[in-house]
């Protein structure tokens, strides 16, 4: 894995018209109680009823986050549906935050891009749906109604900009004084998922385990006592410019930070050896959708082996890789590219992700403080 994008900050307003309810051309079918496409009289019927939609509101869906730009233009030139990005950078707390927000408005979003502990702690706010190749996502990697399926996964990395400082090869090397002032994690981990994930990989690469992560705690603790800790949320802006010279992250946006930051900072990244960590980002339909048709069908599509290889071809790996291997359906390219998954690779399990998500709300500000 080589190289880290972390999108800028921005906010893009929301234009979508709402369909109401009743949706699709000559149809009775309340689109909001739909959870399969038979329920709209099969997948041509839920293309036609999306389509009279004519929306979908997205949100935190960066460009460069798991290829979602190509994704979202894909859906978009496949169905004739206009996708409304908005907020591309916020966490996963700050997007139940607005669906809340801007209930029964035209802008509120459509579906959600989650990390686990977020989508655990809001079941309420979403609308049970399974997809047609429901059967290709592995048992344990969905809400049995489809509330929430586990979408694609990265490792946890270290990017650094090797011009600036050295190449680290553990994570006691980040409390060095080369790495004075330099260390950023993606977000907060009490509210994004990719930090909570930084947390993780720190526990298990000092002592602790999925059951355990007081550990991780612990070393930013100690990382910020050492005056490496940089509390300060990175964008491709702030690795542009230096401000940020290290960042832990997933490792698809690795990749998409070695793309545009080439010619200006020499961008490198590294998947410490030993016990790795993967958390599957979870994608939901909002049960107050404005279109909820056209939510209905972006959950095909982005669960379907087209979308699912852009995803791969980023470098994150899949929920349906394995069936799509099976298939033969994979993009070999782009998986030869990535490479398997490491052996030792940790994805907790959703009590494991409670009980982190309590610890850190109890532990984390008091650590770097």
Known sequence: MTALAIVALAATALTACSAGADTGAGSDVDAKQATSAEDFGGMDALVEAAKAEGQLNVIAL???????????????????????????DVSSAEEITAAKNQQGQDTAPDVFDLGSAVALDNLDQFAPYQVANWDDIPEGSKEKT?????????????GYDADAVPAPKSL?????????????????PTQA?????????????????ADDIQ?????FQKLNQAGNFLPLDPTPAT???????????????????????????????TVLPGSAVGSYYNQAVNVDAPHPAAARLWQEFIFSPEAQNLYLAAGAYPSTLAAMV??????????DAVGEMPADLV?????????????????WAAAIS
């Open 62 to 88: 960066p460009d460069t986050w798991a290829n979602y730009g190509k994704i979202i233009s894909a859906f978009e030139d496949k169905y004739d549906i206009t996708v409304n990005s908005a907020d591309p």
């Open 146 to 158: 489809g509330l929430w399926v586990y979408d694609y996964t990265g490792l946890v990395s270290i």
């Open 172 to 188: 006691d090397d980040l409390l060095g004084s080369e790495f004075a002032g330099k260390v950023a994690l993606n977000g907060d």
């Open 193 to 209: 998922g990719a930090a909570a994930a930084g947390v993780y990989l720190a526990a298990l690469q000092s002592g602790g385990s």
């Open 215 to 219: 550990p991780g705690v612990d070393f």
């Open 239 to 269: 690795i542009a410019s230096g401000e940020t010279p290290v960042v832990i992250d997933w490792s698809y946006n690795n990749l998409a930070a070695a793309t545009e930051n080439e010619g200006q900072r020499n961008w490198k990244t």
């Open 326 to 335: 099976e298939a033969d359906t994979v993009d070999q390219q782009a998986l």
């Open 347 to 363: 994805q907790f399990t959703p009590e494991q992700t409670e009980q982190a998500t309590s610890l850190l709300a109890e532990k």
